[in-house]
């Protein structure tokens, strides 16, 4: 039973440190953001999204342009 106890134990302990961790971590990145963009004036996270957006948009150019080039060479 002492052994379930302390398995038990640890195992919410391991849990609690690991949900800080996450939480700490979260926050040393909001203010790295906040950081760079005050030096920068750049939002990280709007550049992101920007930056995302475009790869997705030439992704899908280069899967129409490869599916019409099969098409053409098919007839």
């Known amino acids: 039973m002492k052994k379930l106890l302390l398995a038990v134990?640890?195992?919410a302990f391991f849990?609690?440190?690991e949900q800080a961790q996450?939480?700490?971590?979260?926050?040393?990145?909001d203010i790295a953001k906040?950081?760079?963009?005050n030096h920068t004036g750049i939002d990280f996270d709007s550049t992101k999204a920007r930056?995302?957006?475009?790869?997705?948009?030439?992704?899908?150019?280069?899967?129409?342009?490869?599916r019409l080039i099969d098409e053409i060479n098919a007839m």
């Open 9 to 11: 134990t640890g195992l």
């Open 15 to 17: 849990t609690s440190c």
């Open 22 to 29: 996450g939480r700490l971590t979260d926050v040393a990145k």
């Open 34 to 37: 906040e950081e760079f963009k």
């Open 51 to 66: 930056i995302d957006t475009l790869s997705l948009e030439n992704e899908v150019r280069r899967e129409a342009k490869d």
